[in-house]
């Protein structure tokens, strides 16, 4: 079974300082990673993906994130976030075997000025 | 492009009355799914399909139906609602499980 953590419920920040989003993952099989993100009364939205090759993956607005495994982690970050990256991030996980995506309880970032 | 829509975007429900929220995709996905959304608990996973024709149980299928008689389409039926279905709704899909989903804008339902 495949089953992923995010860690912070709520993560505030003023803007331009860096912020990390964290993400665990438990799967027995090999994974894909996604991180989305969610504007207020909105679907979700890709922001990244890990699928093979180069663990460190980014995103075209800033954001990167690392696939560690050993760790078992995934965790989102950005050197310096803007007011307009106020949002929800959801981490999640696709298994080998399952090929249905599993989604964790997600991260609210708040940016403030 | 349209991507995947969902109707309606809102509707309130009476204890008891039934109701199907559309889903439809233009991107020819195989991978369908329905996840409810509540807060702080992330997404849910009602049921998927993974093509015409098949669908199965996801983690909680319990109130809930589906259908997938095209490619494009996968409704979801709620029979006999209850106040534990108030919720947000979205239907995603993808072409193949590995690759990202794709999402609609989401219904909000409220079950008075």
């Known amino acids: 079974a495949q089953s992923v953590t995010q860690l912070d419920s709520q993560v505030p920040v003023f803007e331009e300082a860096p912020v990390e989003l964290r993400c665990n993952y438990s799967?027995?099989?090999?994974?894909?990673l996604f991180w989305y993100v969610q504007y207020p009364n909105q679907g979700l939205q890709l922001l990244l993906k890990y699928l093979s090759g180069s663990t460190l993956v980014e995103s075209i607005n800033g954001f990167e994130a690392e696939f560690n495994k050993s760790q078992t982690s995934f965790h989102l970050r950005k050197p310096s976030v803007h007011i307009s990256d106020t949002a929800e991030y959801f981490c999640?996980?696709?298994?080998?075997?399952?090929?249905?995506?599993?989604f964790g309880r997600g991260t609210s970032l708040i940016v403030h000025p | 492009n349209a991507g995947v829509t969902q109707t309606p975007k809102f509707r309130i429900l009476k204890i008891g009355q039934s109701m199907t929220l559309q889903c439809t995709q233009d991107m020819n996905h195989n991978y369908m799914y329905w996840y409810r959304q509540d807060p702080g608990m992330g997404l849910k996973l009602i049921y998927y399909?993974?093509?015409?024709?098949?669908?199965d149980k996801g983690e909680v299928p319990n109130g809930y139906n589906v259908s997938r008689s095209t490619t494009e389409d996968f409704p979801l039926r709620l029979e006999l609602a209850a106040p534990s279905q108030t919720s947000v709704y979205f239907c995603a899909s993808s072409q193949t499980g590995s690759t990202e989903a794709f999402f609609g804008q989401g219904t909000r339902l409220t079950v008075v």
């Open positions: 399909s993974v093509g015409a024709g098949i669908t």
């Open positions: 999640a996980v696709v298994s080998g075997g399952s090929y249905i995506p599993t």
């Open positions: 799967s027995s099989v090999s994974v894909y």
